[in-house]
């Protein structure tokens, strides 16, 4: 049987907890969590408290401290918002319609590099692959998209490509006959990506506040509704490894709330927070 104390709460839950918690958050995930967030912390924590049979929060931050390999991805997975959907800000998918597949075109790029930085379920990937598949691919543009998230679970189903087929409702009609899958039997709820549209799409597990490197320049990166949860050193770090990872010409994309304002001289504001980086 499950016991609740007085404060309605089965396990004590201290400031000074939550202080520890969000200091391991912030350092190994960037992620800044404000004072409001203190009992979001507490009601998703609660669950592996429960599953490693942990009888105190401070048990847990020890455990997370002795087991980071095993326990960081968990702690990171019950704090992250993944809130997602296909072609939100549809203005940046008719940008890559309309300015990037031309512009390469006009320049003879033989293969469009784009990146879906913080890519969640998935949704903002494979948007990014339609769009290619059906602008690009049938002018001649090949094109590749790598998708990465710091959180395994939506990783997976990202990779995995179903979805219930409530996710699919702001779509166009043909949009989810030519890309989707009808689940059938006890799947009839789900659609999944076809399988033309995988070979595009490549998914890895990357955490943006350490170092990383790509083989070849990109073209465009989206980082949407992700830097948002940073702190202003993070963000400028991560933004000058952006500049460095792009073609001399290439796009950020970023969140409609988002902006580069007093962050980073190195792009410049061209469209709805969509950047072009300058100076080579
Ligand atoms: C709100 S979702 C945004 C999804 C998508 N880009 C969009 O705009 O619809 C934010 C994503 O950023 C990821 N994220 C947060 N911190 C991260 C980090 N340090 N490295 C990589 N991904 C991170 C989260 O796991 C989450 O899936």
Redesign the pocket.
Known sequence: MVRERADGREFPFEWADFERLRQLSYS????VVPDSKFQMFYTRLVKRLRALGLSSFGEYVEYLETHREAEFSHF??AL??????FF??PHHFDFLRDTVIPQALENRVPRLRVW??????G??PWSIAMTLAEHALPKGLRFEVLA????SN??AQARAGIYPLNRLEGLDLETRRRWFQKGRGANADKARIKPELRQFVGFRQ?????PFRHTEPLDVI?????V???DRP?KETLISRYADSLKPDGYLIM?HSESLHGISTRFRLIGRTVYQKQGG
């Not at 992250?80 to 959907?85: A, G």
């Not at 879906?116 to 379920?121: E, L």
């Not at 989206?222 to 992700?226: D, I």
């Open positions: 190994h995930s960037g992620i990171i997975n992250t918002t993944n809130l997602t959907s939100r800000e879906s930085a913080g890519c969640s379920t949704e903002e990465t998230d710091i959180d939506v990783l990357l955490n943006l506040i350490q989206f980082c949407r509704n992700v948002i949860y940073f993070t969140g």
